[in-house]
């Protein structure tokens, strides 16, 4: 199947600073990508889908000013948690879907964010 | 997206079918049954997914009831690695929307 790679894996950083994750289609172009958190013994939860070359759409409850998004190629989305806190502490995935719409999507391998 | 009903945990011996059921009883027509599985601190893994023809690829085999309000996921032999969380979904096969995840089903296999 369709490869979809996120980076880091892990992330350990002090409350106040930024983290940036990244996501790349590696053998497809995605022009939408899905960012999803996921907390201990939990399901995953959409935050927000991210459109190449304009704005992110937010789910309900989710900061848009606190995770910024920016999906400025077809291969590559970025979610960047700005002003951590220790409740940011989560599992961030995120997911694409080769063209055409409806394929299956897959998903990243994920990255552990600790906010200390 | 129709809501589905997993049972929140199985077992299975090691080398054995697992059989994974799932309820959705207000399917609409257009939409197909999805499955995902989780292995712990992974991100979700695509298995397979179909309308309302049995499907089966190298990694499982998708049972759908003739009405569509039910589905099985199969397993043929199982292993220790298919000990996962497994989810299924269902959504119609259209539009670029996110996958809705329930609480899935917790499968332990045993050795």
Known sequence: GAVVSQHPSWVICKSGTSVKIECR??????????????????SLMLMATSN??????????????????NHASLTLSTLTVT?????????????????????EAFFGQGTRLTVV | DAKTT???????????????????????????????????SQGPQYIIHGLKNNETNEMASLIITEDRKSSTLILPHATLRDTAVYYCIV????????LTFGSGTRLQVQP
């Open chain 1, 52 to 69: 190449e070359g304009s704005k992110a759409t937010y789910e309900q409850g989710v900061e848009k000013d606190k995770f910024l998004i």
């Open chain 1, 83 to 103: 002003s951590a806190h220790p409740e940011d502490s989560s599992f961030y995935i995120c997911s694409a879907a080769p063209a055409p719409e409806g394929t």
């Open chain 1, 25 to 42: 289609s590696l053998d497809f172009q995605a022009t939408t990508m899905f960012w999803y958190r996921q907390f201990p013994k939990q």
């Open chain 2, 6 to 40: 997993q049972p929140t945990s199985m077992d299975c011996a090691e080398g054995r079918a697992a059989n994974l059921p799932c309820n959705h009883s207000t399917i609409s027509g257009n939409e197909y049954v999805y499955w995902y599985r989780q292995i712990h």
């Open chain 2, 91 to 98: 959504r119609a096969y259209t539009g670029r929307r996110a």
